[in-house]
T-cell receptor, first 117, second 116 residues
Framework: EPEVTQTPSHQVTQMGQEVILRCVPISNHLYFYWYRQILGQKVEFLVSFYNNEISEKSEIFDDQFSVERPDGSNFTLKIRSTKLEDSAMYFC???????????????FGQGTRLTVV | DAKTTQPPSMDCAEGRAANLPCNHSTISGNEYVYWYRQIHSQGPQYIIHGLKNNETNEMASLIITEDRKSSTLILPHATLRDTAVYYCIVRVDLVLSNFGNEKLTFGTGTRLTIIP
């Protein structure tokens, strides 16, 4: 079964450093997403990406964050100048583009646990 | 998207049917009910969705009341691997949601514990 792959599974970084979280979405999917989950809290939407541009972003996704699809398979989330409060599990997801039905399903990766120290 | 209300936790004996309720009293006519689950901090996993008819797939059944203000997810024969947080999410259909954007708004869900 196809799956969304995220690397690394755990990243530890010092406050103020930049991190790049990587994701390989399912190959025929065209919508990509990043979510985060701070320990013990809700899963929060960060950003969606389609056709090489951001289609929607939340208030959390400020100038500290950026996304990129550098090649045909990877989708990355860059966090500049990390803060302690950026410590969370970050989930990548992907879904097919709408093809005329009323439903597409979002597939999530297993997440990257980011710890900022 | 309409808000949902779920009990914070439930227990169910292994092998029995687990019935997880969800209230969505402000749901509008073009909004679907989706269920996802999250097993021990793994990525959320899609279970099932519906508009107004009852739905069944290999994982679960979804019963939506006639007025659509509430629904119940049924896991017919719960196993220990079904222990997870279950999220009921209401969202507009794709024609209105930017044609495929599957942005999901998660609540706190129901923590279901299957007891041996």
């Amino acid at each position: 079964e196809p799956e969304v792959t995220q690397t690394p599974s755990h990243q530890v970084t010092q406050m103020g450093q930049e991190v790049i979280l990587r994701c390989v979405p399912i190959s025929n999917h065209l919508y990509f997403y990043w979510y985060r989950q701070i320990l013990g809290q809700k899963v929060e939407f960060l950003v969606s990406f389609y056709n090489n541009e951001i289609s929607e972003k939340s208030e959390i996704f400020d100038d500290q964050f950026s996304v990129e699809r550098p090649d045909g398979s990877n989708f990355t989330l860059k966090i500049r100048s990390t803060k302690l409060e950026d410590s969370a599990m970050y989930f990548c997801a992907s879904s097919e583009a709408w093809t005329g039905g009323f439903h597409t399903e979002a597939f999530f990766g297993q997440g990257t646990r980011l710890t900022v120290v | 998207d309409a808000k949902t209300t779920q009990p914070p936790s439930m227990d169910c004996a292994e092998g029995r049917a687990a019935n997880l309720p969800c209230n969505h009293s402000t749901i509008s006519g073009n909004e679907y009910v989706y269920w996802y689950r999250q097993i021990h901090s793994q990525g959320p996993q899609y279970i099932i969705h519906g508009l107004k008819n009852n739905e069944t797939n290999e994982m679960a059944s979804l019963i939506i009341t006639e007025d659509r203000k509430s629904s119940t997810l049924i896991l017919p024969h719960a196993t220990l691997r079904d222990t997870a947080v279950y999220y009921c999410i209401v969202r507009v259909d794709l024609v209105l949601s930017n044609f495929g954007n599957e942005k999901l708004t998660f609540g706190t869900g129901t923590r279901l514990t299957i007891i041996p």
